[in-house]
């Protein structure tokens, strides 16, 4: 579904990811892990189509497609979706709207009748129940006000409404207590389907206790360094990651 | 009247003027009005009108404004007429009492003043120093400054007629008064209405002026209104100004609270060609509130610029300002506010934001946030941004799968709604927030009616999450 080959990225002639590779199939998840500052959220970004970036070398291909000529909402659109490790705050706009011309839009683009009130309602409904969201966050204003979990939850109901084929989830359990854990997480494992894939970045082996990757990538000086199964999480909780930095004969910046 | 030459300030030209017709101008006035005028006038003479050296008029420059051959209505022109025929308001299911002006003057000439059942009295502030002086007398003039450099003196000395309102104490006026100003002249005309506006103890009132021109001409409002707010009442002030890119504005509005009063002003500026808008509020007495809210949306050349003045002279007062702007094209705003603290004013709460997006190079905001504080013990702050829409949330919504166009419409839909929802008349609100979001697609044009006056009768859904799409 998603091969990066050989991926160099750079802001301000500053290298952040260099000679990156990863393979992503249907059905797969994968974690992606590693101390700040190593690119985490910048392959998030990337991949996602933020401009802020400079493509130095290497490809992209999602669906076989080339995915750094694609304009983010093309992506979006395509199937592709960020969680936010930050979810903006929009006031005056209700998240119902919102979600309404966000689903509305790539109904268009994949030359769908537009859903009309009523279903969107009907299939709002339904998903918060898939995610067990019940609080009221779609009467409000996109994020506005809500708390550090409820932002984040809100944005595991948003990729609930969008069905992306492929999901990418930056950093979403930073600051959530343990039961807001369990709602993102129980959201993820609701949403998984053979046909899709999921790409979990954080720092902390804590989410993959209820999500469980296929894959655990360790990312360090913007390329991956280890790979492995979910034990290789299980490991770097006991031995941290200096262990990987040490492994892999990485100086110590800093 | 001609216009001003190389051999004569637009001040000499404006004393010359007043001289020559000051037997017409003070017609209708009472004895302390012809001392008011006088006064005026010495000012005119001593400070002469603002310059780009001013302070508050660094940045507007009015000198152009006086260059036109204007036109002056020394009588009321309006002959009676169905003013609904040549314009209604449409506000949906905006249910108001409205008095209309045409070129300053009251459209239906020596109409009695109404008197509502409570006690209330609507009408011409003309029929008013006739029917009423002494009442007129005790508060015109009252909260005007009328001695620095300002077109607050041009009006005092040239104003002829305006409304009058009069709420007794203890009264609620449930429908609110809307002031219409309508410009319709086929010659460059200038006008000079005064308002005043008195608000009885424990009473409450909501008024709604709308500044509209129902031609392309060339026009010169130079208003003033004064309010006064009695113990304990409640006032609401909407300004809705769409005008034409030939018309110019200036609205001087004069507060003067007393205790336990409130007030709240929303000045929504959507179309202009130049508009400057200044409020100035006393708070004189302790446990006063005033809330000062505003939104502009200029593009082309328009300029804007709000000027508030909060004076907190005693203590326990509260006031905010919240100033928000989106500029397009090459237009200019400029926004002044000062909120100056006495020295016994103590326990003041008093805050300013002013915001401006740009969406272009060429477009241009000036603001200038003061703070003057003679009190040890108060909370104050001021902010002020000027920037372009957020880069992080606009990448957000775009990865929602909305286009740029799309994302950057809802940007700056929600940037305005923080200002437009303190709008408490809800047709009123749902009718800005649609003209808003017109706005923001390059749909809302001056139509040649009114503003508020669609071409449909049928509200305009609010369409950026329209189910087309």
Redesign the interface.
């Known amino acids: 579904m998603l091969s990066i080959k050989d991926l160099s990225v750079s802001i301000h002639g500053k290298t952040i990811l260099r000679d990156f590779n990863l393979e992503v199939n249907a059905g797969e998840i994968h974690a992606i892990m590693g101390p700040n500052g190593t690119g985490k959220s910048t392959l998030a970004s990337v991949i996602?189509?933020?401009d802020?970036f400079d493509i130095d070398k290497g490809e992209i291909l999602y669906m076989g497609k080339d995915l750094i000529e694609m304009?983010?909402?093309v992506?979006?659109?395509e199937g592709?979706?960020?969680g936010?490790q930050?979810?903006?705050e929009?006031?005056?706009?209700s998240m119902a709207?919102?979600?309404?011309?966000?689903?509305?839009?790539?109904r268009?683009?994949h030359a769908l009748e537009?859903?009309?009130?009523a279903e969107f309602l009907k299939l709002m409904e339904e998903r918060k129940k898939l995610v067990d969201i019940h609080s009221k966050l779609t009467n409000r204003?996109v994020n506005e006000g809500f708390s550090g979990g409820e932002k984040k939850k809100n944005e595991i109901f948003?990729m609930a409404m969008?069905e992306p084929r492929l999901a990418i989830l930056d950093e979403t359990d930073s600051g959530l207590d343990i039961d807001a854990l369990k709602v993102v997480a129980n959201g993820v494992n609701k949403l998984r389907k053979p046909e899709n894939a999921t790409i979990v970045i954080t720092h902390y082996q804590r989410l993959l206790e209820y999500i469980v990757p296929d894959f655990v990538h360790v990312l360090f000086d913007g390329r991956i360094v280890k790979s492995g199964g979910k034990e290789l999480a299980i490991e770097l909780e006991e031995k941290g990651y200096e262990w990987v930095r040490k492994e892999a004969g990485i100086e110590e910046t800093l | 009247m001609s216009n001003v030459t190389e051999n004569t300030t637009a001040e000499q030209h404006m004393l010359k003027l007043f001289h020559a017709n000051f037997e017409q101008i003070s017609t209708l006035d009472t004895k302390p009005i012809t001392a008011l005028r006088q006064k005026a006038i010495d000012s005119i003479s001593e400070h002469g009108f603002p310059n780009l050296e001013t302070e508050n008029w660094r940045y507007t420059n009015l000198e152009p404004l006086f260059l036109a051959d204007y036109h002056i209505d020394f009588s009321n022109q309006s002959r009676p007429f169905d003013i609904e025929k040549i314009f209604t308001c449409d506000v949906y299911d905006l249910d108001t009492f409205s008095i209309t002006l045409l070129n300053g003057w009251y459209v239906y000439k020596n109409a009695p003043l109404t008197t509502l059942g409570n006690g209330t009295i609507i009408g011409s502030l003309a029929k008013a120093m006739e029917v009423y002086p002494d009442l007129v007398n005790e508060y015109i003039g009252n909260a005007t400054d009328i001695n620095q450099p300002g077109l607050a003196a041009l009006n005092t000395a040239f104003f002829q007629d305006g409304i009058f309102i009069y709420v007794p104490d203890g009264v609620e006026v449930e429908k609110p008064i809307q002031l219409i100003n309508i410009i319709n002249s086929p010659d460059p005309i200038m006008v000079h209405p005064r308002h005043l506006v008195i608000v009885g103890k424990k009473s409450k009132l909501t008024l709604v002026h709308c500044d509209h021109s129902l031609t392309h001409n060339i026009s010169f409002t130079n208003s003033l209104t004064e309010t006064f707010l009695a113990r304990e009442a409640n006032m609401e002030f909407y300004k809705i100004q769409n005008k034409g890119a030939n018309s110019a504005v200036i609205n001087n509005s004069f507060i003067k609270q007393k205790q336990d009063s409130n007030l709240i002003s929303h000045t929504l500026v959507l179309n202009g060609g130049f508009t400057k808008n200044v409020i100035n509020a006393e708070l004189g007495e302790k446990n006063a509130n005033t809330e000062l809210n505003g939104l502009y949306l200029v593009d082309s050349n328009q300029h804007v610029d709000n000027q508030l003045f909060v004076d907190h002279a005693s203590p326990e007062c509260h006031s905010e300002q919240l100033y928000k702007g989106i500029l397009d094209d090459e237009a200019t705003a400029v926004f002044s506010g000062k909120i100056m603290v006495r020295k016994d004013a103590q326990k003041t709460l008093a805050y300013q934001n002013n915001k401006n997006i740009l969406l272009t190079d060429e477009a241009k905001a000036n603001t200038q946030p003061m703070l003057e504080i003679y009190a040890d013990d108060v909370k104050c702050s001021h902010g002020a941004t000027v920037g372009q829409l957020?880069?992080?949330?606009m990448?957000?919504?775009?990865?929602?799968?909305?286009?740029?166009r799309?994302?950057r419409q809802?940007?700056m839909?929600?940037?305005?709604?923080?200002v437009?929802?303190k709008i408490t008349i809800d047709p009123l609100r749902e009718r800005i927030d649609q003209m808003i979001e017109k706005r923001l697609k390059g749909e809302l044009s001056i139509c040649d009616q009114c503003v508020l006056h669609c071409n449909s009768k049928e509200p305009t859904v609010f369409n950026?999450?329209v189910?087309?799409?």
């Open positions: 996602a189509g933020r802020l304009e983010p909402e992506r979006a659109r592709i979706f960020l936010f930050y979810p903006v929009i006031p005056g706009v709207n919102f979600l309404r011309t966000a689903i509305n839009e790539k268009k683009y537009p859903l009309s009130g204003s948003q969008l | 957020d880069p992080e949330a990448f957000y919504l775009r990865t929602r799968g909305m286009c740029e799309t994302a809802l940007l839909y929600a940037f305005a709604a923080e437009v929802r950026i999450d189910s087309k799409l």
